[in-house]
């Protein structure tokens, strides 16, 4: 049953969807990952593929960026795929000094100024959470893979160009975001945590560390595409039957 964004029959896609938000990152893990993956969707080239894991079925497809994008494929999957768990794997920009440049992060939480959630179903929290249970299978998979994993709220950003503020307390925007747990920024987590909890699925969010607001360090989007390989391997290492 196709969606106006999504092509596959029912059956196509696993119960784990990894999900970048780059749809070549999705098309770069399938073939070098997957074995025998099969290309499901390709509507507004959104890429998505399902294959096999070390014998374990598992999809990946991108999101596209922001949360309005990911808003749509996540639910979709969700609610009409039959899919149970979604991991977002991505990228992020550092707000502490803490974090460095490749370093990847699970996240605890995820705070945004966002009105997503309102306008979806009402819920104001500022905050939305990831499932306790796929949090503990990541945390597991980066053990055996002897991985270091940094555990922290990240924040989800409507804005990817944000300008400059003035204010009296000289404090900035990422003052206020580190003051609430969050040691990074990308632009879906916030959303995808919501639609789960709406729906009663699962998803959690592992990002890579792409650049450094502290260092002002920055990779290429070739090695965001194509090295931020220890995320996928967590990830893959988590999925169960």
Partial sequence: MATPHNQANIGE??????????????????????ENPVQFNAVRNMFGYTGTYKGKKVSVMGSGMGMPS???YSYELFAQYGVENII???SAGAYSEDVNIYDVILATKAYSESSYAL??????DCFTYPSEELNAK???AAERLDIPLHEAGIHSSDVFYREKENRDDGRTYIDDVLDKGCVCVEMESFALFHNARV???KA???VTISDSFVTNEETTPEERQNSFTNMMKIALESVED
């Fill in 88 to 90: 977002r794997i991505g």
């Fill in 119 to 124: 306008t979806q179903s009402g819920y104001r």
């Fill in 204 to 206: 959690a969010c592992l």
């Fill in 70 to 72: 990911i808003g749509i």
């Fill in 13 to 34: 896609i696993a119960k784990t969807v990894l999900m970048p938000g780059d749809p070549l990152r999705a098309k770069f893990i399938a073939e070098t990952f997957l």
């Fill in 138 to 140: 990541l945390r597991k």
């Fill in 199 to 201: 729906l009663g699925k």
